[in-house]
Structures are given as structure tokens and as C-alpha cells.
């Protein structure tokens, strides 16, 4: 790039970075940046999101409402209760109607039930039960590394009769 270009935003020289969306030059201090994992946990990233980095325009006008939706559906996902296949004695009251969620190729189990928890918000659930882990190791070399699956049926739990419920 032409370090000679101006930024759109401040008009600034040595606009180095582009955005992604309508590509005009910004400089490191105007520039919105993205991390190339941020919207991960949706199933999919619109084209809009998949950018590394954005003008301020573009950010506000585009990406800041998916955005904050996202991380809103983040922070819920962390209050999903949920119960393990173990557990089924204490929900076995509970209808389980709704398909089970899937999820592969986690380094971890939190990871994992952070991804159903993820689409259990997504559905309007608040809770995940008969949750199972399993784990596979794959061996390249003499690189080892184990990656996880599991599998939970989302479910709504009566808020009134949460108490009834503890999360493990």
C-alpha cells in the first residue's frame, strides 16, 4: 500500500490499513480491528463479519449491532444450566423434544458445552441436559493433541422451578 493515502476518517497520512467492507484507507487510530475468530460460535459468519479490520463508518453502520448481539448471546450462554447424562435422575421429568446439539473438533470440554450453551440461547433455551463429552486423540507425528465432541438436548427449565435444578 501507498503510504501516501490519507485516512477517510481523520484525513491523516500513512492510512495503512483498508476496510473491509468498502475498502478505503484508515489509519491504526481510526481503524475498527476485528479478530479473525470473533464470530466462531456462529454457524454462519456473514460475509460483513469476516473481515479483519474497518473503517468507523462501516463498523457503526454495519458490524456494531451483529456485534453487540453477539456478545450479548455470549455472556447469556454462560448461565445455561446443564446436566450431564449422568444426571438424567434429576431431569428426567423434562420433555426432551428438540434435537440434540452437536458440536466437534473442541480443544476442550468448556469450549464445547460453551458452543451448545451458545445455540441453546440462539433457540430460546436455558438449559442443556443429558450432556456427553467425548474426546479422540489424534496423533501427527510426534505432535499429539486431543480434540472433543459432545452432545446435550436443549431444553426451557421453568424459571419458577429452578431451584429445583442445580447446576453441577
Given at each position: 500500500?501507498?503510504?501516501?493515502?490519507?485516512?477517510?476518517?481523520?484525513?491523516?497520512?500513512?492510512?495503512?490499513?483498508?476496510?473491509?467492507?468498502?475498502?478505503?484507507?484508515?489509519?491504526?487510530?481510526?481503524?475498527?480491528?476485528?479478530?479473525?475468530?470473533?464470530?466462531?460460535?456462529?454457524?454462519?459468519?456473514?460475509?460483513?463479519?469476516?473481515?479483519?479490520?474497518?473503517?468507523?463508518?462501516?463498523?457503526?453502520?454495519?458490524?456494531?449491532?451483529?456485534?453487540?448481539?453477539?456478545?450479548?448471546?455470549?455472556?447469556?450462554?454462560?448461565?445455561?444450566?446443564?446436566?450431564?447424562?449422568?444426571?438424567?435422575?434429576?431431569?428426567?421429568?423434562?420433555?426432551?423434544?428438540?434435537?440434540?446439539?452437536?458440536?466437534?473438533?473442541?480443544?476442550?470440554?468448556?469450549?464445547?458445552?460453551?458452543?451448545?450453551?451458545?445455540?441453546?440461547?440462539?433457540?430460546?433455551?436455558?438449559?442443556?441436559?443429558?450432556?456427553?463429552?467425548?474426546?479422540?486423540?489424534?496423533?501427527?507425528?510426534?505432535?499429539?493433541?486431543?480434540?472433543?465432541?459432545?452432545?446435550?438436548?436443549p431444553?426451557?427449565?421453568?424459571?419458577?422451578?429452578?431451584?429445583d435444578?442445580s447446576?453441577?
Open positions: 500500500m501507498n503510504t501516501n493515502e490519507f485516512c477517510k476518517s481523520c484525513r491523516k497520512p500513512k492510512a495503512i490499513y483498508n476496510c473491509g467492507i468498502c475498502h478505503e484507507n484508515t489509519c491504526k487510530s481510526c481503524t475498527q480491528f476485528m479478530g479473525e475468530d470473533h464470530f466462531s460460535f456462529l454457524k454462519k459468519v456473514p460475509k460483513e463479519l469476516t473481515h479483519p479490520t474497518y473503517c468507523p463508518v462501516c463498523f457503526e453502520d454495519k458490524v456494531r449491532e451483529p456485534f453487540d448481539a453477539y456478545n450479548h448471546t455470549m455472556e447469556q450462554a454462560k448461565e445455561i444450566l446443564f446436566f450431564t447424562k449422568e444426571q438424567s435422575k434429576m431431569t428426567s421429568k423434562l420433555k426432551r423434544n428438540e434435537e440434540p446439539y452437536h458440536v466437534e473438533n473442541c480443544e476442550d470440554q468448556d469450549e464445547a458445552l460453551m458452543r451448545m450453551s451458545f445455540f441453546a440461547v440462539q433457540g430460546n433455551f436455558n438449559a442443556l441436559i443429558d450432556v456427553q463429552f467425548n474426546s479422540k486423540k489424534i496423533i501427527v507425528g510426534s505432535h499429539k493433541k486431543t480434540v472433543w465432541s459432545a452432545t446435550a438436548v431444553v426451557s427449565v421453568d424459571p419458577n422451578s429452578i431451584k435444578y447446576s453441577p
